[in-house]
């Protein structure tokens, strides 16, 4: 066997780490027990082999996922009793000597090669090149001196079979990719003109050398030409299973169960707690299987709505088994089962009771013929937000972040979203692997970002404001990016490119020369691929891998990696938006805000024009977003029989959509209110001052002139608000809660400064100097008049 070895001390060595892993075994050289472990937790290899000195090292080293552990022979001699129970072939033993290192539970001596002597690189002569020391133990009866190569998945699924040759093994591992020998067209690269590529895991061969396996991460439609995942028909089984769960996360049919249980944590918890308990009492072989099965399919629901995969759990199977120490086993005490009689349990409150799973859902409505004045100004207010207790949670984390940085970040991020993070940032340049995307989704993201980047830079203040203000008198104003600005994206097990665009690209036009994005890490410490993919696009230079209060005062103070930005943008939850409040009033960390956020909402104007369908799923679009959300309808002169049909559409639609349960606490809270003319539909909202601004009316335009006070408005029966959510070209971060009355949505302009200049001629002071002097006598500045004195004097002798 080629086993290379590859010295952890040497700079020179690196960049062969990941191309050696592609062989599977690796013998590793100065190293640390920590060292080992943080190389198994970045590559998923347990195949590595290492030195040890002492048994005790030794099983540590076994315990974190080692293959093998070598020992020197004279080390071997004495401790030989002691590693009794361990199995053999985790055991390798070397002389003292320069030679190859001898396995003494091998048939065959392994040739150990340092990698100080091996390359990747096909341009280098005087170095052995890895993929043809990989092949020199393999063997081929072809005549035309290919390999036979079955190409499997991670979970060792047979995709499809294949050739191999010295020089397309060589390309793989330079590459980390799957390509292959055509018999017909020479080299090729799997997926590069049909997008289905592969990433490498790892090469090896059977027992007799003369057959390869290539085990790939399979990306696209799948491996096989027809566009199916294998060249062996339709998966079957567990794969399937997390196949259909991966794409309904993505896009879950409409009235989905599967959707339902990923939007619903405490449903998803009850089913596999209920499915446990019934494996545990079912007896027969038959009722087993049916209720393991059923256990399996919650489970793996809970795996794919954090982004875990069965790979990903067979690789911690994998490391499990590689220990030799083990914990006792016993159960926890809440599920050991008593031997006496427990003493009867004191009786426990009447819960409270929860949100009706049935039943009509239905706003409440309001007319104003009959409503009175106070009852009016009530319905234009919005819930009342205590902030005093919630700032009182985030001063401690950001005091935090603050005083211990990074390590601050890390274990701040292990307690709220149990995640633990290697690193707190990733800094561009990107890993393009970590960034890849379908060609479906690419093109969308691709689409929605030159739209907004087109109406975003349309807003750009380029030119210089020039005013003669009299003569000789020059005043001047013109625009500076804000040099460094942070965008918090939310996110956790959520894809949110679209946020990312809208902070990103208005970012962008505007020349930041520095875009720090934070978004919460997914379940396994990465960032949703959409999300990093759209990161690169606008130019970031680092993504704070934090969300929550935590990810605001790392941007607002610094850390060892994240870099202390001027400006923070974007939107969130109410610790979000305390912890952005609390760094922007804190002078000692010198930082802006775009605006303060409050539940998201929307107000729908429509009159008998509308269509009752659209206009009830414009009102769902945001009562999904959460209880809080707040959602009107203002009826302009709407007759019993049209109202009654978007009434109608509402609950017809709603029972339908997987975060129905969401919907039936937060429509109840909102309202209809009736109005007779259009005059006072358009005061109405102006008054409330609403986020978003749909007006379902005829010649909806004609309108525009009178909104004084409103986020972002969508104009006719065609523009619903997702449009603008996600691709039209406008900003979908925008102000809630009544601050659309003063402030802006994101927009090019949150993103620069404006700074004015002014220049004067002699004749310009000597016009303008008696009129500043008399103005600094009255306020008694003495020093501003004697300024423009001492010059006039000089001008007038």
Same mark, same amino acid.
């Not at 929605?448 to 003669?468: G, P, S």
């Not at 004067?760 to 300024?787: K, P, Q, S, W, Y």
């Given at each position: 066997?080629?086993?290379?070895?590859?010295?952890?001390?040497? &700079?020179?060595? %690196?960049? /062969?780490?990941?191309?050696? $892993?592609?062989?599977?075994?690796? *013998?590793?050289?100065?190293?640390? =027990? @920590?060292?080992?472990?943080?190389?198994?937790?970045?590559?998923?290899?347990?195949?590595?082999?290492?030195?040890?000195?002492?048994?005790?090292?030794?099983?540590?080293?076994?315990?974190?996922?080692?293959?093998?552990?070598?020992?020197?022979?004279?080390?071997?001699?004495?401790?030989?009793?002691?590693?009794?129970?361990?199995?053999?072939?985790?055991?390798?033993?070397?002389?003292?000597?320069?030679?190859?290192?001898?396995?003494?539970?091998?048939?065959?001596?392994?040739?150990?090669?340092?990698?100080?002597?091996?390359?990747?690189?096909?341009?280098?002569?005087?170095?052995?090149? &890895?993929?043809? %020391?990989? /092949?020199?133990?393999?063997? $081929?009866?072809?005549?035309?001196? *290919?390999?036979?190569?079955?190409? =499997? @998945?991670?979970?060792?699924?047979?995709?499809?079979?294949?050739?191999?040759?010295?020089?397309?093994?060589?390309?793989?591992?330079?590459?980390?990719?799957?390509?292959?020998?055509?018999?017909?067209?020479?080299?090729?690269?799997?997926?590069?003109?049909?997008?289905?590529?592969?990433?490498?895991?790892?090469?090896?061969?059977?027992?007799?050398?003369?057959?390869?396996?290539?085990?790939?991460?399979?990306?696209?439609?799948?491996?096989?030409?027809?566009?199916?995942?294998?060249?062996?028909?339709?998966?079957?089984?567990?794969?399937?299973?997390?196949?259909?769960?991966?794409?309904?996360?993505?896009? %879950?049919?409409?009235?989905?169960?599967?959707?339902?249980?990923?939007?619903?944590?405490?449903?998803?918890?009850?089913?596999?707690?209920?499915?446990?308990?019934?494996?545990?009492?079912?007896?027969?072989?038959?009722?087993?299987?049916?209720?393991?099965?059923?256990?399996?399919?919650?489970?793996?629901?809970?795996?794919?709505?954090?982004?875990?995969?069965?790979?990903?759990?067979?690789?911690?199977?994998?490391?499990?088994?590689?220990?030799?120490?083990?914990?006792?086993?016993?159960?926890?005490?809440?599920?050991?089962?008593?031997?006496?009689?427990?003493?009867?349990?004191?009786?426990?409150?009447?819960?409270?009771?929860?949100?009706?799973?049935?039943?009509?859902?239905?706003?409440?409505?309001?007319?104003?013929?009959?409503?009175?004045?106070?009852?009016?100004?009530?319905?234009?207010?919005?819930?009342?937000?205590?902030?005093?207790?919630?700032?009182?949670?985030?001063?401690?984390?950001?005091?935090?972040?603050?005083?211990?940085?990074?390590?601050?970040?890390?274990?701040?991020?292990?307690?709220?979203?149990?995640?633990?993070?290697?690193?707190?940032?990733?800094?561009?340049?990107?890993?393009?692997?970590?960034?890849?995307?379908?060609?479906?989704?690419?093109?969308?993201?691709?689409?929605?970002?030159?739209?907004?980047?087109?109406?975003?830079?349309?807003?750009?203040?380029?030119?210089?404001?020039?005013?003669?203000?009299?003569?000789?008198?020059?005043?001047?104003?013109?625009?500076?990016?804000?040099?460094?600005?942070?965008?918090?994206?939310?996110?956790?097990?959520?894809?949110?490119?679209?946020?990312?665009?809208?902070?990103?690209?208005?970012?962008?036009?505007?020349?930041?020369?520095?875009?720090?994005?934070?978004?919460?890490?997914?379940?396994?410490?990465?960032?949703?691929?959409?999300?990093?993919?759209?990161?690169?696009?606008?130019?970031?230079?680092?993504?704070?891998?934090?969300?929550?209060?935590?990810?605001?005062?790392?941007?607002?103070?610094?850390?060892?990696?994240?870099?202390?930005?001027?400006?923070?943008?974007?939107?969130?939850?109410?610790?979000?938006?305390?912890?952005?409040?609390?760094?922007?009033?804190?002078?000692?960390?010198?930082?802006?805000?775009?605006?303060?956020?409050?539940?998201?909402?929307?107000?729908?104007?429509?009159?008998?024009?509308?269509?009752?369908?659209?206009?009830?799923?414009?009102?769902?679009?945001?009562?999904?977003?959460?209880?809080?959300?707040?959602?009107?309808?203002?009826?302009?002169?709407?007759?019993?029989?049209?109202?009654?049909?978007?009434?109608?559409?509402?609950?017809?639609?709603?029972?339908?959509?997987?975060?129905?349960?969401?919907?039936?606490?937060?429509?109840?809270?909102?309202?209809?209110?009736?109005?007779?003319?259009?005059?006072?539909?358009?005061?109405?909202?102006?008054?409330?001052?609403?986020?978003?601004?749909?007006?379902?009316?005829?010649?909806?335009?004609?309108?525009?002139?009178?909104?004084?006070?409103?986020?972002?408005?969508?104009?006719?029966?065609?523009?619903?608000?997702?449009?603008?959510?996600?691709?039209?070209?406008?900003?979908?971060?925008?102000?809630?809660?009544?601050?659309?009355?003063?402030?802006?949505?994101?927009?090019?302009?949150?993103?620069?400064?404006?700074?004015?200049?002014?220049?004067?001629?002699?004749?310009?002071?000597?016009?303008?100097?008696?009129?500043?002097?008399?103005?600094?006598?009255?306020?008694?500045?003495?020093?501003?008049?004697?300024?423009?004195?001492?010059?006039?004097?000089?001008?007038?002798?």
């Amino acid at each position: 066997m080629f086993l290379p070895s590859l010295d952890a001390t040497d &700079v020179a060595q %690196a960049s /062969l780490k990941n191309s050696l $892993t592609y062989l599977g075994s690796v *013998l590793l050289k100065n190293t640390t =027990v @920590d060292s080992v472990k943080e190389l198994i937790q970045q590559t998923g290899s347990t195949l590595f082999w290492t030195h040890a000195s002492t048994v005790e090292e030794a099983v540590k080293l076994w315990d974190v996922g080692v293959w093998k552990v070598v020992f020197d022979i004279s080390v071997y001699a004495n401790v030989v009793q002691e590693l009794a129970g361990i199995p053999e072939e985790r055991i390798a033993v070397t002389s003292a000597l320069e030679n190859p290192l001898l396995d003494f539970n091998a048939v065959n001596l392994d040739t150990l090669v340092p990698a100080s002597i091996l390359t990747t690189d096909p341009s280098v002569k005087n170095k052995l090149n &890895v993929g043809e %020391a990989f /092949l020199a133990a393999a063997t $081929t009866d072809r005549a035309d001196g *290919l390999y036979t190569t079955m190409v =499997v @998945d991670e979970r060792n699924t047979a995709l499809g079979l294949v050739y191999s040759s010295q020089e397309s093994v060589k390309e793989s591992i330079r590459l980390g990719q799957g390509v292959y020998q055509s018999r017909r067209h020479g080299l090729w690269h799997k997926g590069l003109t049909s997008g289905a590529t592969q990433t490498l895991v790892r090469i090896d061969y059977d027992c007799d050398g003369d057959a390869l396996r290539f085990i790939v991460k399979q990306h696209g439609a799948g491996f096989c030409h027809l566009n199916t995942r294998t060249c062996f028909g339709a998966e079957t089984g567990l794969a399937s299973l997390q196949q259909t769960l991966q794409s309904r996360k993505n896009s %879950a049919p409409v009235g989905s169960y599967t959707a339902r249980l990923f939007n619903d944590a405490k449903l998803l918890k009850s089913k596999i707690m209920e499915e446990a308990e019934e494996l545990c009492d079912a007896t027969e072989k038959d009722d087993i299987a049916w209720e393991a099965a059923d256990l399996i399919y919650f489970a793996l629901t809970k795996c794919v709505s954090a982004g875990v995969s069965i790979e990903d759990i067979e690789k911690n199977l994998d490391k499990k088994a590689r220990k030799v120490t083990r914990r006792p086993g016993n159960a926890k005490p809440k599920w050991i089962e008593p031997t006496v009689a427990a003493p009867k349990p004191a009786p426990t409150p009447a819960p409270k009771p929860a949100p009706k799973k049935d039943g009509r859902i239905e706003m409440v409505t309001y007319s104003s013929n009959d409503i009175s004045a106070e009852k009016r100004a009530k319905l234009l207010l919005r819930p009342i937000i205590d902030s005093s207790e919630i700032s009182a949670r985030v001063a401690p984390i950001m005091k935090d972040v603050r005083e211990r940085g990074d390590a601050a970040l890390k274990d701040l991020t292990a307690k709220f979203d149990r995640v633990n993070l290697e690193h707190a940032t990733i800094k561009a340049p990107f890993n393009p692997k970590d960034m890849e995307l379908d060609p479906l989704t690419k093109a969308a993201i691709d689409q929605a970002y030159d739209n907004i980047y087109k109406f975003h830079d349309a807003q750009m203040d380029r030119e210089t404001l020039v005013v003669e203000t009299m003569p000789g008198v020059v005043c001047s104003r013109f625009a500076r990016p804000i040099e460094k600005v942070g965008l918090y994206v939310p996110g956790g097990t959520a894809i949110l490119p679209s946020t990312t665009l809208m902070l990103g690209i208005p970012a962008k036009v505007a020349g930041c020369s520095e875009i720090v994005i934070a978004t919460p890490p997914r379940a396994d410490g990465t960032v949703v691929p959409e999300v990093l993919y759209v990161a690169h696009k606008v130019g970031a230079s680092h993504v704070v891998l934090a969300g929550g209060a935590q990810a605001v005062a790392a941007m607002a103070y610094g850390t060892q990696t994240v870099p202390k930005v001027d400006k923070i943008c974007g939107p969130g939850n109410q610790y979000v938006t305390a912890a952005k409040m609390v760094a922007q009033n804190d002078t000692s960390c010198l930082v802006s805000i775009d605006m303060p956020a409050g539940p998201s909402e929307v107000l729908v104007i429509a009159d008998r024009t509308c269509k009752p369908s659209y206009v009830a799923a414009d009102l769902l679009s945001q009562a999904e977003h959460g209880v809080d959300s707040q959602v009107v309808l203002v009826a302009v002169d709407l007759e019993d029989s049209i109202l009654a049909a978007i009434e109608d559409a509402i609950h017809e639609q709603a029972i339908r959509l997987p975060r129905v349960d969401i919907i039936r606490e937060s429509i109840p809270k909102s309202y209809t209110l009736r109005v007779n003319t259009i005059d006072e539909a358009v005061r109405f909202s102006n008054e409330y001052a609403p986020e978003h601004l749909i007006l379902h009316i005829d010649n909806a335009a004609r309108l525009i002139p009178d909104i004084q006070h409103a986020g972002s408005v969508f104009v006719g029966h065609y523009s619903p608000e997702s449009m603008g959510d996600y691709a039209s070209g406008t900003n979908h971060t925008l102000p809630t809660y009544g601050y659309s009355r003063m402030y802006s949505g994101v927009n090019t302009l949150t993103f620069v400064k404006h700074i004015t200049s002014q220049e004067l001629t002699a004749e310009g002071l000597d016009r303008l100097g008696d009129t500043v002097m008399r103005l600094a006598e009255i306020e008694g500045l003495d020093a501003h008049r004697n300024a423009v004195a001492i010059r006039v004097a000089d001008i007038r002798k």
